[in-house]
Nanobody
Framework: QVQLVESGGGLVQPGGSLRLSCAAP????????MGWYRQAPGKQRELVAR???????DYADSVKGRFTISRDNAKNTVYLQMNSLKPEDTAVYSC?????????WGQGTQVTVSS
């Protein structure tokens, strides 16, 4: 069973920052596209950001300029740096690993942006 281990969620005030981390198995990390998705109450899950093997990235329009995804191949870890957080960023954030038809998910971590 593949495990993606997430950390870094929590409660933060509007305008604050958080960094999420997702550790993946070593054999997976070098070939999988890694991404972060989120799901807010009553809404569908949406892609937040993803980073391909070569380092190219995609972002949802709603987070461009505020969030940065990166990967550390030596640590088999992908990060999501979230700055200028807004209440509408409140959601459960899940790490995702994808390679052809193989797709794996982390357990999810709650991010709450509130004063």
């Amino acid at each position: 069973q593949v495990q993606l281990v997430e950390s870094g969620g929590g409660l933060v005030q509007p305008g604050g920052s958080l960094r999420l981390s997702c550790a993946a198995p070593r054999g997976m990390f070098s070939i999988y596209t890694m991404g972060w998705y989120r799901q807010a109450p009553g809404k569908q899950r949406e892609l937040v950001a993803r980073i391909m093997i070569g380092g190219s990235t995609d972002y949802a329009d709603s987070v461009k300029g505020r969030f940065t995804i990166s990967r550390d191949n030596a640590k088999n870890t992908v990060y999501l740096q979230m700055n200028s957080l807004k209440p509408e960023d409140t959601a459960v954030y899940s790490c995702n690993a994808r390679f052809t038809t193989y797709v794996y998910w982390g357990q999810g971590t709650q991010v709450t942006v509130s004063s």
